[in-house]
């Protein structure tokens, strides 16, 4: 295209419209273009718009606009039974009360520039001509510059291509690089301008965009921080199905011989192909928004992409309400809600200043809505509600919902659409959609599309909130199967993480845990069910409570998994599991360890701070069968550190399994200040590789000890008179280590663990020992694997009291066998502890 090349009609309708045209080729479109500053005053007159409105470029610069387009109404009855008036961004026309004509239209209600772009159709007077048909557009311009509206104008007349001809043809395949004939340069070089006055808008992009304009003969876009916003007209035009209606009207008649029928104006077929452009640019904006949102699962990530596809582009408000239990990740019952429904109004987004309405509707906000209101109307009848202007009636109804808040400021005057969002015939929440008092109403069209936008959005938020509720299940039950350990135990300090698995299902089958012991020892275990899923964590819990169980019955570490293992096999599930099990004893400073194919643990030497792994017999996974267990013992020294974890903290897929244990060496003996810290410390090594997707548990013991003179130890024959003397041994020792607060009550409770052991067993073994930690231990154990219970004795009964006395005095007591037979056991609580 050579700059300066003029637009002229097209073959068979004579001359342009206004003033000398020159002969163009077939397909071309006149357009007019005008710019408009920040005082109303022309800067930019093209040559079509010398054509069209009938002014020279020099009468028209610095001119008022209102001056140079002026409009004197709407077309005649007999030409047109629509009014020409102001549309907006959805095409639909202003009230009948709004001027019609071009220049007063320019202008918002508040009299600052244009805030939204518009279009319409005008009848212009020009001098020394009939009047002219115009269809026109006019967008709001952002920028340094001094240029504040971009007005474009094209005659109707040239838009209406002769059937079967030329142009006819040529607009059926109208290309992209179909040309823009003004004054202005190339197309090239309009797409390479078009950044210029559009902000953030690439080369690249605004040649698409003159592509589009120039393929559809008409501006369909308008730009404003990347969001693209429909502004195609709509001039009344009769729908396709009439179109069709008619045409076979006229085949019938022309088959039978008679005359055709008279039907309304040809040219509305020419418009019809206009009303298929605004649908298309609806049904575009609906599979555009379709393609924003359910990029995540995550309720709050699909509410904000829902706000940002509507806002601006449809809406300038949107607030988002939902269900109490689809915030909570719960269930709720089916059903139609009713007043004491609460909703939670978990987004507000929108193109006012900021703040503005933050105090008045805070996000995070429940509150219910009684029956008056669209919102109850919306969310009970489960359909759309439309509102197109909210009167001060209606607002100070709505207002009065808001307490001690006047939201009426922020809603009176403006169009509302609430719109349901339901799934699988449950509301789930509703849309609150507002626009500026200066935009077009809300129409019926815009009730169908957003009652389709509140479908589509629906079903994803049903998505997200049966992942969040699942979610919420599957936490749920890994919390419960994970068992709350202290941080302290009988000499040793423990702490552990748990960390979910980065896939979609993120529960899975690890745990760990610590069991007391009796003689003050400690066991712990970390396991590893494979797999993922419920059934993987169902199988976990089935396994940490037999090992609990089994632990409770002091079995040795190797007898213990081979149990465990029998135990797999007979639940009848082909789960495979790993398991590592280690007794502590702080008081010969020993840890003995069994593996069944686990991850083997680190032990933090506190001497030289060096972590190294243990040489374990690997062991076969639990659940193979028939395989044997090795139990392996390992001097510890006072403040060592054992670190055992499952092989997701280690593991990564392309990296051999070395290089994690050889990190984890590293990052155990790495000095902390706490047990915590360590643990964060480990975590933070291994957990920022990249590409973990299995979950993790971890624990850390740091074994303490406990020294030879907080321990005394006694045997006792198995005599009644023994009560007496267990007595006096442990008052004199707790006298020696100054703990006589408690020595009535030891020296009571430990004469009643001896006297049931003489007289309710035939043990010919008994010893006593007393164990000086963070409480006092007192154990009493005999050669007898009957274990005692509490009885409810009677009023006259001169038995059975000695178990209440000590269930009732002691912080704990209990009984656990052991191989040789049975240990009775109670604690205190130390004084100042």
């Given at each position: 295209?050579?700059?300066?090349?003029?637009?002229?009609?097209?073959?068979?309708?004579?001359?342009?419209?206004?003033?000398?045209?020159?002969?163009?080729?077939?397909?071309?479109?006149?357009?007019?273009?005008?710019?408009i500053?920040?005082?109303?005053?022309?800067?930019?007159?093209?040559?079509?718009?010398?054509?069209?409105?009938?002014?020279?470029?020099?009468?028209?610069?610095?001119?008022?606009?209102?001056?140079l387009?002026?409009?004197?109404?709407?077309?005649?009855?007999?030409?047109?039974?629509?009014?020409?008036?102001?549309?907006?961004?959805?095409?639909?026309?202003?009230?009948?009360?709004?001027d019609?004509?071009l220049?007063?239209?320019?202008?918002?209600?508040?009299?600052?520039?244009?805030?939204?772009?518009?279009?319409?159709?005008?009848?212009?007077?020009v001098?020394?001509?009939?009047?002219?048909?115009?269809?026109?557009?006019?967008?709001?311009?952002?920028?340094?510059?001094?240029?504040?509206?971009?007005?474009?104008?094209?005659?109707?007349?040239?838009?209406?291509?002769?059937?079967?001809?030329?142009?006819?043809?040529?607009?059926?395949?109208?290309a992209?690089?179909?040309?823009?004939?003004?004054?202005?340069?190339?197309?090239?070089?309009?797409?390479r301008?078009?950044?210029?006055?559009?902000?953030?808008?690439?080369?690249?992009?605004?040649?698409?965009?003159?592509?589009?304009?120039l393929?559809?003969?008409?501006?369909?876009?308008?730009?404003?921080?990347?969001?693209?916003?429909?502004?195609?007209?709509?001039?009344?035009?009769?729908?396709?199905?009439?179109?069709?209606?008619?045409?076979?009207?006229?085949?019938?008649?022309?088959?039978?011989?008679?005359?055709?029928?008279?039907?309304?104006?040809?040219?509305?077929?020419?418009?019809?192909?206009?009303?298929?452009?605004?649908?298309?640019?609806?049904?575009?904006?609906?599979?555009?928004?379709?393609?924003?949102?359910?990029?995540?699962?995550?309720?709050?990530?699909?509410?904000?992409?829902?706000?940002?596809?509507?806002?601006?582009?449809f809406?300038?408000?949107?607030?988002?309400?939902?269900?109490?239990?689809?915030?909570?990740?719960?269930?709720?019952?089916?059903?139609?809600?009713?007043?004491?429904?609460?909703?939670?109004?978990?987004?507000?987004?929108?193109?006012?200043?900021?703040?503005?309405?933050?105090?008045?509707?805070?996000?995070?906000?429940?509150?219910?809505?009684?029956?008056?209101?669209?919102?109850?109307?919306?969310?009970?009848?489960?359909?759309?509600?439309?509102?197109?202007?909210?009167?001060?009636?209606?607002?100070?109804?709505?207002?009065?919902?808001?307490?001690?808040?006047?939201?009426?400021?922020?809603?009176t005057?403006?169009?509302?659409?609430?719109?349901?969002?339901?799934?699988?015939?449950?509301?789930?929440?509703?849309?609150?959609?507002?626009?500026?008092?200066?935009?077009?109403?809300?129409?019926?069209?815009?009730?169908?599309?957003?009652?389709?936008?509140?479908?589509?959005?629906?079903?994803?938020?049903?998505?997200?909130?049966?992942?969040?509720?699942?979610?919420?299940?599957?936490?749920?039950?890994?919390?419960?199967?994970?068992?709350?350990?202290?941080?302290?135990?009988?000499?040793?300090?423990?702490?552990?993480?748990?960390?979910?698995?980065?896939?979609?299902?993120?529960i899975?089958?690890?745990?760990?845990?610590?069991?007391?012991?009796?003689?003050a020892?400690?066991?712990?275990?970390?396991?590893?069910?494979?797999?993922?899923?419920?059934?993987?964590?169902?199988?976990?819990?089935?396994?940490?409570?037999?090992?609990?169980?089994?632990?409770?019955?002091?079995?040795?570490?190797?007898?213990?998994?081979?149990?465990?293992?029998?135990?797999?096999?007979?639940?009848?599930?082909?789960?495979?599991?790993?398991?590592?099990?280690?007794?502590y004893?702080?008081?010969?400073?020993?840890?003995?360890?069994?593996?069944a194919?686990?991850?083997?643990?680190?032990l933090?030497?506190?001497?030289?701070g060096?972590?190294?792994?243990?040489?374990?017999?690997?062991?076969?996974?639990?659940?193979?069968?028939?395989?044997?267990?090795?139990?392996?013992?390992?001097?510890?020294?006072?403040?060592?550190?054992?670190?055992?974890?499952?092989d997701?903290?280690?593991?990564?897929?392309?990296?051999?399994?070395?290089?994690?244990?050889?990190?984890?060496c590293?990052s155990?003996?790495?000095?902390?200040?706490?047990?915590?810290?360590?643990?964060?410390?480990?975590?933070?090594?291994?957990?920022?590789?990249?590409?973990?997707?299995?979950?993790?548990?971890?624990?850390?013991?740091?074994?303490?000890g406990?020294?030879?003179?907080?321990?005394a130890?006694?045997?006792?024959?198995?005599?009644?008179?023994?009560?007496?003397?267990?007595?006096?041994?442990?008052?004199?020792?707790?006298?020696?280590?100054?703990?006589?607060?408690?020595?009535?009550?030891?020296?009571?409770?430990?004469?009643?663990?001896?006297?049931?052991?003489?007289?309710?067993?035939?043990?010919?073994?008994?010893?006593?020992?007393?164990?000086?930690?963070?409480?006092?231990?007192?154990?009493?154990?005999?050669?007898?694997?009957?274990?005692?219970?509490?009885?409810?004795?009677?009023?006259?009964?001169?038995?059975?009291?000695?178990?209440?006395?000590?269930?009732t005095?002691?912080?704990?007591?209990?009984?656990?066998?052991?191989?040789?037979?049975?240990?009775?056991?109670?604690?205190?609580?130390?004084?100042?502890r």
């Amino acid at each position: 295209m050579d700059r300066g090349t003029e637009k002229a009609a097209s073959p068979g309708r004579g001359t342009a419209p206004c003033g000398a045209a020159e002969p163009l080729p077939p397909g071309r479109v006149p357009l007019a273009v005008v710019l408009i500053d920040h005082e109303g005053l022309v800067s930019h007159w093209s040559r079509g718009a010398r054509r069209l409105f009938g002014a020279t470029r020099e009468e028209a610069i610095g001119r008022p606009a209102v001056d140079l387009l002026p409009v004197s109404g709407a077309l005649p009855e007999d030409d047109d039974p629509a009014p020409y008036g102001r549309y907006g961004e959805t095409g639909e026309p202003t009230s009948p009360g709004d001027d019609d004509g071009l220049g007063p239209d320019l202008e918002s209600p508040r009299g600052g520039r244009l805030p939204y772009p518009a279009s319409g159709r005008a009848r212009l007077t020009v001098p020394g001509r009939d009047r002219a048909d115009v269809l026109w557009w006019a967008y709001p311009m952002v920028g340094p510059g001094r240029e504040r509206l971009l007005v474009l104008a094209a005659d109707a007349e040239g838009l209406r291509p002769d059937p079967g001809g030329v142009e006819e043809r040529a607009f059926e395949r109208i290309a992209p690089g179909f040309a823009l004939h003004t004054d202005f340069p190339g197309a090239e070089e309009l797409a390479r301008r078009l950044p210029d006055i559009l902000p953030s808008m690439s080369v690249g992009e605004s040649a698409r965009i003159v592509a589009q304009v120039l393929e559809l003969g008409y501006p369909v876009l308008e730009f404003s921080q990347n969001d693209r916003v429909p502004v195609t007209p709509d001039w009344g035009v009769p729908r396709r199905a009439e179109r069709k209606a008619r045409r076979a009207r006229a085949a019938r008649a022309e088959a039978e011989g008679l005359p055709a029928p008279r039907e309304a104006d040809g040219e509305d077929e020419d418009r019809e192909d206009l009303e298929y452009v605004a649908v298309r640019e609806r049904l575009k904006f609906l599979n555009e928004v379709s393609s924003r949102i359910g990029t995540s699962l995550d309720l709050a990530t699909t509410i904000l992409e829902v706000s940002r596809a509507v806002v601006p582009r449809f809406t300038d408000v949107a607030g988002t309400y939902l269900r109490e239990q689809v915030v909570a990740g719960e269930g709720f019952p089916e059903g139609v809600p009713d007043t004491t429904t609460l909703w939670h109004r978990v987004a507000v987004h929108h193109t006012d200043e900021p703040g503005r309405w933050d105090d008045v509707v805070p996000v995070g906000e429940a509150m219910p809505f009684p029956a008056h209101t669209p919102f109850f109307q919306c969310m009970t009848t489960g359909e759309p509600v439309l509102v197109p202007r909210i009167s001060e009636e209606a607002g100070h109804a709505i207002a009065s919902q808001f307490e001690k808040r006047d939201i009426r400021p922020l809603i009176t005057g403006r169009s509302m659409l609430v719109v349901p969002l339901k799934a699988r015939d449950v509301v789930l929440g509703f849309m609150v959609l507002l626009r500026h008092p200066e935009r077009v109403e809300f129409n019926d069209m815009d009730r169908v599309t957003g009652a389709e936008l509140a479908a589509r959005v629906g079903l994803v938020l049903d998505n997200a909130r049966m992942y969040t509720y699942q979610e919420s299940v599957a936490e749920t039950l890994q919390d419960s199967m994970l068992p709350r350990i202290p941080a302290r135990m009988a000499g040793c300090d423990i702490a552990t993480r748990y960390l979910p698995g980065t896939l979609l299902g993120r529960i899975g089958g690890d745990w760990f845990d610590s069991v007391k012991l009796p003689g003050a020892r400690t066991a712990f275990v970390v396991g590893d069910v494979m797999g993922h899923g419920l059934h993987s964590a169902a199988k976990m819990g089935q396994l940490r409570t037999a090992v609990r169980t089994m632990a409770a019955l002091d079995l040795p570490p190797a007898q213990l998994l081979r149990n465990l293992d029998d135990l797999s096999q007979r639940l009848g599930d082909s789960y495979l599991a790993t398991c590592l099990y280690a007794v502590y004893d702080p008081i010969v400073s020993e840890l003995l360890v069994a593996n069944a194919g686990h991850v083997p643990p680190v032990l933090v030497h506190a001497g030289c701070g060096r972590g190294e792994l243990l040489d374990l017999p690997t062991g076969a996974p639990i659940g193979v069968g028939g395989v044997p267990f090795e139990a392996v013992r390992v001097r510890v020294e006072p403040g060592d550190r054992l670190v055992m974890c499952t092989d997701g903290l280690v593991e990564m897929r392309g990296e051999d399994i070395g290089v994690g244990l050889a990190t984890l060496c590293e990052s155990a003996a790495h000095p902390a200040a706490s047990m915590d810290d360590a643990c964060d410390t480990i975590v933070r090594a291994l957990n920022t590789r990249g590409g973990r997707k299995d979950d993790v548990a971890l624990l850390m013991a740091r074994l303490g000890g406990i020294e030879p003179g907080d321990v005394a130890e006694w045997p006792l024959a198995p005599d009644p008179a023994e009560a007496g003397r267990a007595r006096a041994l442990v008052s004199g020792r707790l006298r020696a280590w100054n703990l006589d607060q408690l020595v009535e009550p030891a020296a009571l409770l430990v004469s009643e663990l001896v006297g049931n052991a003489v007289r309710h067993t035939r043990s010919r073994r008994l010893a006593l020992r007393l164990v000086r930690g963070d409480t006092l231990l007192c154990e009493v154990d005999d050669d007898d694997h009957t274990l005692p219970s509490l009885l409810d004795a009677g009023s006259v009964d001169e038995s059975g009291r000695g178990l209440r006395v000590v269930s009732t005095l002691a912080r704990e007591w209990g009984a656990t066998r052991t191989d040789a037979g049975k240990t009775a056991w109670f604690e205190l609580t130390l004084p100042g502890r």
